[in-house]
């Protein structure tokens, strides 16, 4: 993931050794690095997801850089990054599967809707529809919990992901939506996917701190 300098002069004293608040001392040179780091970030993450069998360590890695940027608005450094994603290669190969196997699932569904094969009309696609959004909220919520656990852990949180759903289905639609809108984005103007994706990430973990406090 890159990393940025910033010049110390813009940051506030730290005072009883607390990390700076994120937006202290900004301006508008700052916002416009922080939104040319996260389209690196999106894009260096889309490179290493398509051979596919590395697009869950790619993501799980991303993850764990945007919770490091959420939290002093600064990306960890590449070696680092380097190193998580190794050994997130494996452990997300599982993930990298049962994404794959979900999306086939609502992709063949929708389209059995749509010709008629499967009775139910536009009442059940609406109803799959939500559905799926839900589904793409557990996702996010899961990237969300694997970037805080450093880019590892994708059982624990999918376990965790799955709980807040039914805790906060609310929270999770929330989620949804975001991935959903970066989808349709990615649709509508494909040159702009990668950069898309760093943004969709950072736009799940802010939704997440707002309501999911770590």
């Known amino acids: ?11 506030p004293e730290p005072d009883s050794g607390d990390e700076p608040e994120i937006g202290a001392g900004r301006d508008w040179r700052d ?9 690196l970030a999106g894009i260096v993450t889309f490179v290493l997801a ?13 993850s ?14 590449a070696g680092e990054s380097a190193r998580r994603f190794g050994r997130a290669i494996l452990p997300g190969l599982g993930a990298s599967l049962v994404a794959c196997v979900l999306i086939w699932l609502f992709a063949i569904d929708l389209r059995l809707l749509r010709e008629g ?3 139910g009309g536009p009442a ?17 919520l899961t990237l969300v919990e694997v970037g805080r656990a450093g880019g590892a ?10 709980d807040v759903a039914l805790r906060k289905p609310a929270v999770a639609l929330a989620e949804g939506g975001v991935l959903a809108l970066a989808v349709l984005l990615a649709v509508l103007i494909p040159v702009c996917a990668p950069i898309l994706l760093g943004y969709a990430l950072f736009a799940l973990h802010v939704v997440a701190r707002r309501f999911l406090p770590a």
């Open 1 to 11: 993931m890159p990393t940025r300098r910033r010049d110390p002069s813009n940051l």
């Open 31 to 39: 916002t416009l690095r922080n939104g040319a780091d996260l389209a």
């Open 50 to 62: 398509v051979p596919i069998i590395t697009a869950g360590a790619a993501l799980a890695t991303a």
């Open 64 to 77: 764990a850089a945007m919770a490091h940027f959420c939290r002093i608005e600064r990306f960890p450094s």
């Open 117 to 119: 094969t499967v009775p």
């Open 124 to 140: 059940l696609i609406a109803a799959t529809t939500v559905v799926a959004v839900l589904v793409l909220g557990v996702v996010g």
């Open 153 to 162: 852990g994708w059982r624990s949180a999918a376990r965790a992901a799955v």
